[in-house]
């Protein structure tokens, strides 16, 4: 800034002793916006209730998780010979149940939702600008997308005749 | 014959007088926009009455050493809320924390460490200890925190049971300090969020029975950056200098949201 040269001689004595200060009364810093403020531009609310949709299900598909995954890492990796057990043979002869079908099926659906609203609200607290927001969900969501369709096709179509 | 006496006394006064001053440093976030870009730090050591209140400490630094610190404060008793600033890391007001209570002394009975004071958190500093409340009295707007009825003024006072007092009772105590709110971490990256205060006082009526627009207050809060944005921390109940349990409030309006009885 060259141009407070024109008001050097008004201005105070608030200024540095030694070399000029680029700031003065009539040319005063930048402050330091905090992100996102709210004005009375921001959005007024909209009706819709997926914010509590989302805060629920996090709580029940919490709880539900916590018997699945429990049930799921005793199952493969403790009872019964624990992980030495685990191959294509162990794996065929369970999907060959419904139940376990349904069990993994739901804990595929559950962890996966569950943990991506989580990292929803992650990006919704920590990302400030708009854009960096929008990538991040898109990136989001297209992962969680793709997951649980792949792995929706691979427990329903499971064939234990692979060769 | 009195003479020595009362040199004696006097002497036991003068010694007394000092001997209970301590020597604290005061180590105050100072930003100046007309000077320089850059917030920087600025210790102050003065003698002072450990049963005094940091904003006592304040007034001695600014009316006696340097005149250019700025600060906010009004009543100076805990009341109008003006004096919220983050001391030794925590948010409190000003004129209600004792220096005794904060400061901790080393072996030889000397205070150890200085007492940090800077502007509170999430909202724009403008100078030294001031930030831009507006957002944060947006954020109250938003709310409608005033009463409202339907049909006709009654004649007389609406009256209220102690037990339907009693619900909302703790949120008639916020202040508006903005303490809360700027030491919720939610609101410290996004402005967006009602914060803390705004929806303690929505509280405050939605749970009032003689207030009839619970409904459309349980709906703004109900949006994308209402209540479902706390994530339970617990911040602004420690924070709340009138012993608000501010999150206990948010749970009650979320409770509410899923209920719809209030």
């Known amino acids: 800034m060259s141009s407070n040269n024109a008001v050097t001689e008004t201005s105070s004595a608030i200024g540095v002793v030694e070399g000029e200060s680029l700031y003065d009364v009539d040319h005063p810093a930048p402050v330091i916006e905090a992100p996102r403020q709210r004005t009375n531009k921001t959005p007024k609310a909209t009706r819709g209730n997926f914010e509590m949709a989302a805060w629920l299900f996090m709580r029940l598909s919490g709880v539900v998780l916590v018997v699945l995954v429990i049930g799921h890492l005793l199952i493969q990796l403790v009872l019964d010979g624990g992980v030495s057990k685990i191959g294509f043979a162990f794996v065929a002869g369970r999907w060959a149940s419904p139940f376990w079908q349904v069990w993994d099926l739901l804990m595929l659906w559950l962890a996966m939702l569950h943990g991506a609203n989580g990292l929803r609200t992650i990006i919704n607290d920590y990302a400030e600008r708009a854009n960096t927001r929008l990538w991040l969900k898109g990136l989001l969501y297209t992962a969680t997308v793709f997951t649980i369709l792949l792995g929706s096709l691979v427990i329903f179509t499971f064939d234990p005749n692979i060769r | ?262």
């Open chain 2, 1 to 262: 014959m009195a003479t020595p006496t009362m040199d004696k006394l006097e002497a036991l006064e003068a010694d007394s007088a000092s001997s209970h001053l301590i020597a604290v440093t005061f180590r105050i976030r100072r930003f100046n926009p007309e000077v320089s870009a850059d917030a920087s730090w600025e210790d102050f050591r003065i003698d002072i009455d450990p049963k005094e209140r940091v904003l006592d400490a304040l007034h001695k630094i600014k009316w006696d050493v340097d005149g250019t610190l700025t600060f906010r404060r009004s009543c100076a008793h805990g009341i109008c809320g003006s004096d919220a600033m983050r001391i030794n890391g925590r948010n409190r007001l000003a004129c209600k924390t004792l220096i005794k209570d904060i400061v901790s002394f080393d072996k030889s009975g000397a205070v150890s460490k200085p007492v940090t004071i800077e502007a509170i958190k999430g909202l724009t500093v403008l100078k030294d200890l001031i930030v831009d409340m507006d957002p944060f009295f947006q954020a109250y707007r938003d709310v409608m925190p005033f009463l409202v009825t339907t049909g006709n003024e009654p004649t007389r006072e609406r009256l209220q049971s102690a037990e339907d007092r009693e619900r909302f009772d703790d949120t008639t105590k916020c202040i508006l300090c903005a303490a809360c709110t700027s030491s919720c971490p939610v609101f410290w990256n996004d402005g967006q969020y009602f914060g803390p205060a705004a929806i303690v006082n929505a509280h405050r009526f939605i749970f009032d029975s003689r207030d009839e627009a619970g409904e459309q207050r349980l709906e703004i809060l109900n949006d994308k950056d209402g209540v479902w944005r706390c994530r339970t921390t617990f911040n602004c109940t420690d924070a709340c200098p009138r012993g608000i349990e501010v999150t206990k409030a948010i749970q009650e309006v979320k409770r509410a949201l899923i209920t719809r009885r209030f």
